[in-house]
């Protein structure tokens, strides 16, 4: 048994064997081989291992999105078997005794050209199919294993580090716990962990023998566990039981109010990254979601998503909440959500930089999009609509005037919505600062703590060296939220906290008393939040 400490990002417990995720390799290098056949024998063996993967990913896509959706995985199992292309392969490897992995990737490369360049628009379409299964093969042959639709039982993901691009993309039924070696607590990953409600540690020396191993991830601790000898396991299984009936106390709140004694109502609402987290606002008995970060829905697409995707997406959720109040945070990309297809350019310093508000303003087209898309979808819910990043009244405005344009054209082509609330993000100390004017140009606020707290005390809230002094509990950061609950409440706005800070209980009662009308947490949080409002006078 090895115990290993790191710093904990969610407080619960799991237990299974590893898995290690490796990174899609973008770029894949020419390495001369000596022998040729072996290397054969060696894509042979990979080309098996990913026609057991399509297999899988056959069934499950049957199940879920039926038939004629999952044809398309038996398209792909074709297509590998394909004797133009393993020959080009072989060719390739036994002609220019290269590596297959680069066999590969330059076949795929030349079939996915070939199809192309065809006039019939069905051929065409399989381009796509070609580089899809070859990416698939390299996969496997660089050992990665990383289509996480392969793996059977659930595990325990342990990587360098992950981006949320690549956090999204997991299935997350699939997942117990992650453990990256890299990575700070206020990382948008460990923000994704807390809604996925699953136990995660960073600051882990991992290592690839672990791999298939069985450990432990104890998130009350950060510790990490590999190999537990029985005493650990029954311990540790006895803990997680003791958490599952501290959850099931906690399920008695759902159905009640979230209200003082004293008769004070909280709004208390949730915050999700897209659709599927729907399911675990309900479950928590979430009163409405406070921060739909759309970016998300971005982030899991190859391109952008297009107006009819974000359409369904947001109808969805409007629906699925039935009534409730859904609040979509507009596009807030940049910093450490970065998009290729967005062709960002480096920057310095990204979080001061290119982002957000600041990207919408410039590239409208982008932004039209999203707004026609959000309103179009309010007409089947309550939607309400915040612009992230503001520092300036001139902001709001720019971006409440183009909202009104594209209802003007909504209307013109009798296209319904419904008139929504408009609030802004307070993730600036020039938002807090003024405060008082943006209160009069919006119908509520929702208090960005992890931003707010990063730009508060000039800390980078990804880096991990400085996550010890990162302290949303300083005064400069509660005095904040303070000041822009007071001048909200001047002028007419109702404001919220929708960062990280609004689920910390030992806060609840501050954030009451400064007067708070909405908390919105991850929906693991809900009900521990209801019951310490509850308890409040
Ligand atoms: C915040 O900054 O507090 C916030 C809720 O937005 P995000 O964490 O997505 O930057
Ligand atoms: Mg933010």
């Known amino acids: 048994m090895e115990q290993y400490q790191g710093k904990t990002i969610f407080n619960k417990i799991a237990i299974g064997k590893v898995f290690f995720y490796q990174k899609k390799e973008t770029q894949v290098k020419r390495r001369h081989v000596e022998d040729a056949e072996a290397e054969i024998v060696r894509f042979n063996a ?114 360098d580090d992950l981006a949320p691009s690549e956090t999204v993309q ?27 409600n ?22 009350y601790t950060g510790t990490v566990i590999i190999d537990p000898d029985e005493t650990t396991l029954e311990q540790m299984s006895a803990k997680m039981r003791d958490d599952e009936r501290k959850q099931q106390l906690l399920t008695e709140l759902r159905g009640k109010e979230t209200i003082t004694k004293s008769g004070k109502k909280i709004h208390l609402y949730a915050n999700i990254g897209g ?69 960002l350019e480096k920057e310095d310093n990204p979080a001061m930089g290119y982002r957000a508000i600041r990207i919408c303003l410039d590239r409208q087209e982008i932004f039209r999009t999203q707004l026609r898309a959000l309103l179009r979808a309010s007409a089947f819910g309550n939607i309400s609509i915040m612009f992230p990043m503001i520092i300036s009244v001139q902001e709001v405005l720019e971006s409440k005037r183009i909202l009104e344009e594209v209802k003007a054209e909504l209307r013109e082509q009798n296209i319904p919505y419904k008139d929504v609330e408009v609030g802004i993000m307070i993730e600036t100390p020039a938002a807090v600062w003024i405060s008082e004017e943006l209160a009069k140009e919006v119908d509520f606020f929702s208090i960005g703590t992890n931003d707010l707290t990063q730009y508060t005390l000039a800390i980078d809230r990804q880096n991990p060296k400085l996550d010890n002094i990162y302290d949303s509990h300083h005064p400069a950061v509660l005095r904040s939220i303070r000041t822009v609950i007071e001048n909200g409440h001047k002028g007419g706005a109702w404001v919220g906290i929708c960062g990280e800070l609004g689920a910390d209980t030992s806060l609840t009662e501050t954030f009451v008393e400064m007067g708070i009308d909405e908390l919105s947490v991850s929906p693991s949080f809900i009900l521990p939040v209801r019951e310490a409002v509850r308890n409040l006078c």
């Open 275 to 343: 659709v599927s987290d729907v399911a675990q606002v309900l479950k928590n008995d979430g009163e409405g979601i406070g921060l739909f970060r759309s970016e998300f829905l971005y982030l899991e697409s190859d391109t952008f998503p297009t107006e009819e995707e974000q359409f369904k997406a947001y109808k969805m959720v409007a629906q699925n909440m039935d009534g409730k109040k859904v609040v979509v945070r507009t596009l807030d990309i940049g910093a450490d959500k970065q998009v290729d297809y967005f062709n």
């Open 46 to 159: 990979a080309k098996e291992t990913a026609l057991a993967q399509l297999d899988q990913i056959y069934e499950k896509a049957l199940k879920e999105v039926g038939a004629d959706n999952a044809a398309v995985f038996e398209v792909h199992k074709m297509m590998m078997e394909d004797e133009d292309y393993l020959d080009s392969i072989y060719n390739m490897i036994r002609g220019e005794l290269i590596n297959a992995e680069y066999a590969v990737a330059a076949t795929g490369d030349n079939f996915a050209e070939m199809f192309a360049q065809m006039d019939d628009a069905y051929m065409q379409a399989r381009a796509a199919d070609v580089r899809d299964i070859s990416e698939r093969l390299v996969a496997v042959l660089c050992g990665a294993g990383t289509d996480m639709h392969a793996l059977g039982e659930p595990v325990i993901l342990m990587a």
């Open 170 to 196: 997991m299935d997350k039924s699939k997942i117990l716990s992650f453990v990256t070696r890299h990575g700070s607590s206020n990382s948008h990953t460990a923000i994704l962990a807390r809604t996925m």
């Open 198 to 219: 699953i136990p995660a540690v960073i600051g882990i020396d991992i290592r690839e023998e672990w791999a298939g191993r069985t450990a432990i991830v104890d998130g």
